[in-house]
């Protein structure tokens, strides 16, 4: 069984959770499939792994329509394939064609969905109308649809009303706790300025509307003053909301001491070593359909601070691994809250109440971590995927 995997990102080009799946993915999958990548972006080294750059006639066009160059590439080239997987609508258009031209199964693995997203239009303009076509066409037409959580699988029915609900599956995304793991290195630390000592918030996510960044820099305004708050928050989807951020951190820095922001992207071990220092994690988001972060903190000890949207409920437990903030959102896609001082309120509250018990603290970290393990390793979410693959080719 020769299955393509088509993705936007594959290390060492990976800014968010969809690449850090794919990569994974592949590796699990590997002992007992036989798996093509395929690739945007410059060569790699690595076995059976493909790159694809935009066409130069499209270099200057709208990004839509860049990544449907791609795309056409991809798809003639999965010639042979018994099966194609693509992950996120950058691809999502080069599986649904492939599959019409080859004749074999699609699927798509969901890590977010365009019609909850609609901020997507700040940054492609007309193309957020197409990148939406892309991704309602594969949908509708793939094979099977994987959703990363069952908050996520309610949303691809609820998008998509005309998939037949026997065709999405849900298989988790996952942790290598082998990968991720405590690093207790002070010096890592200071080095990034941030003080060991003194209890911590962190966060780390792209400057994204859907993580809900600006909520999070209210809500620290509201913090014990020796409590730091480290950014680690980069890749920007437009030049407005890293302005907005930019505006928040500055007004707060001017307020309160040991707010650190890093807008590089770190090292695996730099990482590690931030997440396990943390008193707590925090992920504000309005719209997450996991959340790999939030595993990638319990595997390093960290306990999580998240919004109760999406798929965040199912990986973090309520005052076992830490806590969930409630939130009621406005239905129009966006995931704006419908009383954002109460949600800000809320986040604050629950965030104070984390750094304000370490040993507490330590313990929910403790607890994520064994969760992690228990719930998410790669083993056992390659063994669902190949599962599904086999079950389309039988």
């Known amino acids: 069984m ?61 990004p ?32 649904h064609l492939a599959k019409l031209l080859h004749g074999i199964p699609h699927i798509v693995t969901a890590h977010s969905l365009e019609p909850l997203r609609p901020w997507k239009a700040e940054q492609l303009g007309g193309g957020y109308r197409v990148s939406s076509w892309i991704e309602k066409t594969a949908f509708e037409a793939a094979d099977a649809v994987i959703a990363v959580s069952a908050g996520m699988a309610a949303d691809i029915l609820r998008c998509y009303p005309a ?25 890592v630390v200071r080095a990034l300025g941030i003080d060991p000592d003194r209890p911590s918030v962190v966060f780390v996510g792209r400057i994204t509307r859907q993580k809900g960044l600006p909520y999070l820099l209210a809500a620290a305004k509201r913090l014990p003053p020796e409590v730091q708050l480290v950014l680690c928050a980069g890749a920007p989807d437009t030049p407005e909301i890293l302005a907005e ?21 770190l090292s ?6 931030v997440l396990s220092n943390a008193t707590t994690f925090v992920c504000p988001s309005v719209y997450e359909p996991l959340g790999i972060v939030n595993l990638e903190a319990m595997a390093c000890g960290a306990p ?55 040993s507490t603290a330590r313990l929910m970290g403790e607890a994520g971590r064994r969760r992690a393990r228990s719930e998410f390793s790669w083993h056992s979410i390659a063994a669902r995927t190949r599962a599904i693959y086999e079950e389309l080719l039988a």
């Open 2 to 62: 020769r299955v393509d995997i088509l993705s936007r990102e594959y290390p060492p080009e990976v800014y968010g959770g969809a690449g850090v799946h794919v990569a994974e993915l592949v590796h699990a999958l590997r002992p007992e499939v036989d798996v093509v990548v395929r690739a945007f972006g410059l060569p790699r080294d690595e076995p059976e792994v493909h790159s694809y750059l935009v066409p130069a006639q499209l270099t200057t066009a709208n």
């Open 64 to 95: 839509a329509l860049a990544t449907l160059g791609v795309d056409l590439q991809m798809a003639e080239d999965v010639a042979g394939a018994d099966l194609v997987h693509s992950h996120t609508w950058y691809a999502n258009g080069a599986g």
């Open 163 to 187: 998939i037949d609900p026997a065709r999405v599956r849900v298989v988790h995304n996952g942790i290598d706790l082998d990968r991720w793991q405590r690093i207790d290195e002070p010096d």
């Open 245 to 265: 951020v930019q505006a928040g951190v500055e007004e707060l820095q001017a307020e309160r001491t040991g707010v650190v922001w890093i807008d590089r992207l």
């Open 268 to 273: 695996q071990h730099e990482l590690s070593a």
């Open 304 to 358: 999580v601070v998240g919004t109760a949207t999406g798929g965040i409920p199912e990986v973090v437990a309520d005052h076992l691994t830490g806590r969930l903030v409630p939130i009621e959102q406005l239905d129009d896609g966006t995931g704006t809250p419908v009383d954002p001082e109460r949600f800000i309120a809320d986040l604050a509250a629950a965030l104070t109440e984390v750094v304000a018990d370490p």
